[in-house]
């Protein structure tokens, strides 16, 4: 998710905000999108790659709908944030894995929700060190106010409207779905990083659960 | 616990990394499990992640050492800190300057930092204890003592291997008495619940009551010991030990204690060999074993410097944390 700054492991109390068929009707519109857009652009043979975790969830989807023969790549930016220094490391890092080169090429990058544009910073930054692309999309499965960089997606499945303490995440793998919810009201600082800290931790090596953050980065 | 262990901030988080006794299993499984994290970064185009830019990282090594403090140069580097190289031996000491002032003027420089390697047991706790509460330590090794992010590059090369440690039998072969690498493997793999831990070695290179004071099981004869083991763990024999006559030579070390494919064969067929370098060829093993399809020698290396990056980027984390809830503290 997108808005870094707000470190909530779980929503407070939630409801569901959109169900599995929602979910999968907004990928089917964002496949449409993407598949006009690649077109306009004369894209052939992009490579897409999924921001940990709801990213990698959402892209999982859009791969294998718009039949990319490449494999997915996955994005972990946890080195790459930009409150390392107020917060230390974030507790969950799974290796990033990108199993093609990106140089030259044309990227599609996807994460869940996009919010603040942080992470989306922050996952660019990632990219440029492993090469240079010729380009990058940006698809989000959802967006909401509250930008706080100059970035704006190019294919949006939902557009949220929410108040501004209230937040939306994706559960998934399986199904999807976006649960909202109000933010936990909270002093920032040491509370906060405590429970960031205190997070389950979650074996790397076994396959991604459900992230138990709402805004995992 | 009664007292708090120094190597820890209030909150249980990891301050300085000086031994590895007296941690958790949960700590030492969040090291290996961040280091995994970090082993990606090798296979960027620019090798390079931005956690500790703007940081200064001192590798303070009265002792000499090329590997190990290469890789902690480099685990510096990767995690985009600026690192200085003091070979203290050879400048401030010879002139007269005590630790604490070498350690207070470096200070002054605002390190944020120091790896220390020292041929004194406890000379990391010392450095610890009288540091600015802004500043991290990390033992790169002290006298007999500990070595603490050996043993656990260790850990995680065997994880990497054998992911459950509860089925190990790991066997340390060679010099126990003045190994700081065997006591911080053995408190590893105590810690991280391995089956069973053997020592083998010659009865003048192992400290009197191994079995009580280690809980492991002692062989003198390399073939029994290592017999169905997962992983065969070599030390370096060193020189001086010859001149002392705690052996009679290496020719007669290698005849009884080196190893050999044929010694080899009675350990596990899927087991490991492991040794943390540098290697005397025809000492601790010969070559066929060091470069065989069992050996990991090599990957223990490169899994240094990931571990490395994970141990060096709690503890400037940590100070992240602490100085965040100072300010907070400040402001009432």
């Known amino acids: 998710m997108s808005n870094l700054d707000i470190r909530t492991p779980a929503l407070g109390r939630t409801e569901l905000w959109k169900n599995a068929a929602e979910i999968d009707a907004a990928i089917a519109r964002m496949v449409d999108e993407l598949t006009g857009l690649l077109a306009r652009q004369g894209i052939a043979d992009p490579l897409m790659i999924g921001i940990h975790t709801g990213g990698v969830w959402v892209a999982e989807r859009l791969h294998g709908a718009l039949g990319l023969h490449e494999p997915l790549g996955h994005l972990d930016i946890s080195f790459y944030r930009d409150d390392f220094t107020r917060i230390g490391l974030h507790p969950q890092v799974r290796p990033s894995c990108l199993p093609v080169g990106i140089d030259d090429r044309h990227l599609i990058l996807v994460d869940d929700v996009l919010q603040s544009g942080r992470t989306i910073r922050a996952a660019l930054n990632v990219l440029f060190d492993y090469g240079r692309p010729a380009s990058v999309i940006l698809a989000t499965l959802a967006e909401r106010a509250g930008r706080e960089l100059p970035i704006a997606p190019d294919v949006v499945g939902l557009r949220a409207r929410l108040d501004r303490d209230e937040q939306i995440k994706l559960s998934g793998p399986a199904p999807l779905i976006l649960l909202r919810g109000q933010a936990p009201r909270k002093p920032a600082g040491k509370s906060d990083l405590k429970d960031a800290r205190s997070n389950p931790e979650e074996d790397p090596r076994v396959s991604p659960g459900p992230d138990p953050e709402t805004n995992r980065p | ?332």
């Open chain 2, 1 to 332: 616990m009664s007292t708090p262990n120094p190597q820890l901030d209030a909150q249980g988080h990891l301050k300085h990394f000086l031994t590895i006794d007296g941690l958790s299993r949960e700590l030492l499984t969040e090291i290996l499990d961040r280091a995994e994290g970090f082993l990606g970064v090798a296979q960027q185009a620019v090798k390079k992640v931005p956690l500790c830019r703007g940081k200064v990282v001192a590798n303070l090594f009265f002792e000499n050492s090329t590997r190990t403090r290469t890789t902690f140069e480099l685990a510096a580097k990767r995690l985009s800190a600026d690192v200085l190289n003091l070979n203290i031996s050879t400048s401030a000491t010879a002139k007269g300057e005590t630790l604490l002032d070498t350690l207070h003027n470096l200070e002054a420089m605002h390190v944020d930092m120091f790896v220390v390697r020292h041929a004194t047991s406890g000379a990391a706790h010392f450095i610890a204890a009288h540091a600015d509460p802004h500043v991290s330590i990390i033992n790169a090794g002290d006298g007999r003592h500990s070595h603490p992010t050996q043993g656990m590059l260790d850990m995680f090369t065997i994880r990497r291997h054998k992911p459950d440690f509860a089925s190990l039998r790991v066997a340390i072969v060679g010099d126990i008495l003045h190994s700081r690498v065997a006591r911080s493997q053995i408190h590893a793999l105590t810690t991280l619940g391995v089956a069973e831990i053997r020592v083998i070695a010659p009865r003048t290179l192992l400290p009197s009551r191994v079995e009580e004071a280690f809980g492991v099981r002692v062989f003198h004869d390399l073939r029994e010991g290592v017999r169905d083991v997962d992983v065969v763990i070599m030390l370096r024999i060193q020189r001086e030990r010859m001149n002392s006559a705690l052996l009679p030579s290496e020719h007669e070390y290698f005849h009884l204690f080196g190893l050999t494919e044929k010694r080899l064969s009675g350990a596990r067929p899927d087991a490991i060999v492991m040794h943390p370098g540098p290697i005397n060829r025809g000492v601790e093993m010969d070559s066929q074993v060091a470069d065989g399809p069992r050996s990991v020698i090599l990957e223990q290396v490169t899994n240094g410097i990931a571990v490395r990056m994970a141990v060096m980027s709690m503890c400037i984390g940590t100070q992240n944390l602490n100085s965040q809830g100072r300010g907070e503290f400040l402001n009432g």
